[in-house]
């Protein structure tokens, strides 16, 4: 069975920082590419980031460009994005989701995600 | 950027039929996909490649597409059906994923 547990999350001052883990069970790792997607309250989905399977490739939205770096380990099945100088507007439900294949495409949609785990921003 | 319209809300009676549209340009010569997300809980995938439905999705969800719109259409809507649906193209000009903005399904 597939599953991706996020963890990390908290509350953190504007202008911190925050590294998201997400741990994967049920399939092989290093052959997917992996999302993060996020959702602020009462808000609706926004597309975050990828990897590519072998980490050599990220794409990351306008919003968190500069300041998010997702990484992965293939060796310990964990999915990583660390944040830096976070703003209120961060404040979301981070979900960890797979890909479809090694790279990702304009025919990719998302089957697996985690459970999310939630980021506060606030002073 | 490319951007997909759903409408905020949809009202339908139990054992009814609800449809949810997602409008944007040239969006019939994407591949739309389509998410439930029920209060609390992550989004589930409904529909995938416009019309297919992953294992474990009832037949009464099913997916079309119609110029520069893509719907869901949920046939016999049950209470269990009352949930938040996206749905979601990728970008070609930009290369990435777009999520539309939800429709809140409430089932009267």
């Known amino acids: 069975e597939v599953q991706l547990v996020e963890s990390g999350g908290g509350l953190v001052q504007p202008g911190g920082s925050l590294r998201l883990s997400c741990s994967v069970f049920g399939f092989t790792f290093s052959s997917y590419a992996m999302h993060w997607v996020r959702q602020a309250p009462g808000k609706g989905l926004e597309y975050v980031s990828a990897?590519?399977?072998?980490?050599?490739?990220?794409y990351y939205a306008d919003s968190v460009k500069g300041r998010f770096t997702m990484s992965r380990d293939n060796s310990k099945n964990t999915l990583y994005l660390q944040m830096s100088s976070l703003r209120a507007e961060d404040t979301a439900v981070y979900y960890c989701?797979?890909?479809?294949?090694?790279?990702?495409?304009?025919?990719?949609?998302?089957?697996?995600w985690g459970q999310g785990t939630l980021v506060t921003v606030s002073s | 950027s490319f951007v997909l319209t759903q409408p905020p809300s949809v009202s339908v009676a139990p054992g009814k039929t609800a449809s949810i549209t997602c409008g944007g340009n040239y969006i019939g010569t994407k591949s739309v996909h389509w998410y439930q997300q029920r209060p609390g809980q992550a989004p589930v995938l409904v529909i995938y490649y416009g019309f297919d439905r992953p294992s474990g999705i009832p037949a009464r969800f099913s997916g079309s597409k119609s110029g520069n719109s893509a719907t869901l259409t949920i046939s016999r809507v049950e209470a269990g059906d009352e949930a938040d649906y996206y749905c979601?193209?990728?970008?070609?000009?930009?290369?990435?994923?777009?999520f539309g903005g939800g429709t809140k399904l409430t089932v009267l």
């Open positions: 989701v797979r890909g479809l294949n090694d790279f990702w495409s304009g025919e990719d949609y998302f089957e697996y």
């Open positions: 979601q193209v990728w970008d070609t000009s930009s290369d990435h994923v777009v």
């Open positions: 990897i590519s399977s072998n980490g050599g490739s990220t």
